[in-house]
């Protein structure tokens, strides 16, 4: 069975840095693209950094600046780094790959508090 596993979430200050990152267990055909979302208790689950095939990326807006999406699709990894977090950062974060079947990791918690 194919799974996106993720690794690298935590408690962090504010301000502070976590690298996350995810690799597939299992063979995945040709995926066109990884990246990141995340869902905040009581949000919905959002788009934070997308890399495709190629290394084109995009960002959400509230990221951008500080967060870096890295990796290579064709090998099925992807890491995000992510710098100067703050408290509305605090979300669960999904691995997510796409070949037009979408795959998903299980989530790794990332909260950022004082």
């Known amino acids: 069975q194919v799974q996106l596993v993720e690794s690298g979430g935590g408690l962090i200050q504010p301000g502070g840095s976590l690298r996350l990152s995810c690799a597939a267990s299992g063979s995945i055909f040709s995926l066109n693209a990884m990246g990141w979302f995340r869902q905040a208790p009581g949000k919905q689950r959002e788009l934070v950094a997308v890399?495709?095939?190629?290394?084109?990326?995009n960002y959400a807006d509230a990221v951008k600046g500080r967060f870096t999406i890295s990796g290579d699709v064709n090998k099925n990894t992807v890491y995000l780094q992510m710098n100067n977090l703050k408290p509305d950062d605090t979300a669960v974060y999904y691995c997510w790959g796409v070949n037009g079947y979408n795959y998903w990791g299980q989530g790794t918690q990332v909260t950022v508090s004082s």
């Open positions: 890399i495709r095939h190629g290394g084109s990326t």
